[in-house]
């Protein structure tokens, strides 16, 4: 398939979304970071795509009062800026279906487990290695999968894989999992480029 022209969502640091867009500056993505758009006006994300140049917006509860208005200026501004495919990197609210359909399903999201364990509502930041620790596994990872109108549900598309180590809090294995995160979430676009992966 042709260059991926990618529209991220998301709420806080951004360092997956960084991640993505380091890989099509240097060529190893074959994509076009075409627009940001976070719910929250002090996120990291947003100051990140201020300081690399490419668009943003700030979409929230607040900027819009109801979730309909809200879909349709998410849906309004990535067409605008001729994104197709949605890239969820830490994005806090659960995607409205509006969003979803218009763009044909071709919407990605990270998580920090192996799904389809540790994930679901309130299943979000160290809640995640906290639960992966309570529960003694001994390895756990990143997966990248399709978003649906439920959390962490859609089809998966790929999965790297930590260990967990004798002394781990859920802090060390945040930052663990995190790094694979950035190599994983490039891999499966370049896959998705290549034809490897079909979305
Ligand atoms: C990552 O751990 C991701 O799996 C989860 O939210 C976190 C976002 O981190 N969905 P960042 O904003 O990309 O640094």
């Given at each position: 398939m042709a260059t991926l022209n990618l529209g991220f969502l998301a709420s806080h640091g951004g360092s997956n979304m960084q991640a993505i867009i380091d890989a099509c500056n240097s060529g190893?993505?074959?994509?076009?970071?075409?627009c940001v758009i976070s719910n929250?006006?002090?996120s990291g994300a947003l100051d990140r795509s201020g300081k690399e140049g490419i668009p943003w917006n700030h979409i929230s509860g607040h900027t819009h009062s109801t979730p309909e208005a809200e879909a349709e200026a998410i849906v309004d501004t990535f067409s605008r800026y001729g994104v197709d495919t949605i890239i969820l990197a830490g994005y806090m609210k659960i995607l409205s279906p509006q969003v979803i359909n218009y763009f044909n399903g071709r919407v990605l999201n990270i998580h920090p487990?192996?799904?389809?364990?540790?994930?679901?509502?309130?299943?979000?930041g160290l809640r995640v290695h906290e639960a992966v620790l309570k529960a003694g596994d001994k390895e756990s990872g990143a997966t990248v999968h399709l978003v649906d109108s439920?959390?962490?549900?859609?089809?998966?598309?790929a999965q790297m894989k930590v260990p967990v180590v004798d002394g781990d809090t859920p802090e060390s294995l945040a930052a663990r999992v995190l790094a694979v995160e950035h190599i994983l979430y490039t891999n499966t676009l370049k896959r998705i480029v290549s034809g490897g992966i079909e979305i």
């Open positions: 190893k993505l074959d994509g076009k970071p075409c929250n006006s002090a487990a192996l799904l389809p364990k540790f994930g679901g509502k309130g299943m979000y439920q959390y962490d549900r859609g089809r998966v598309l």
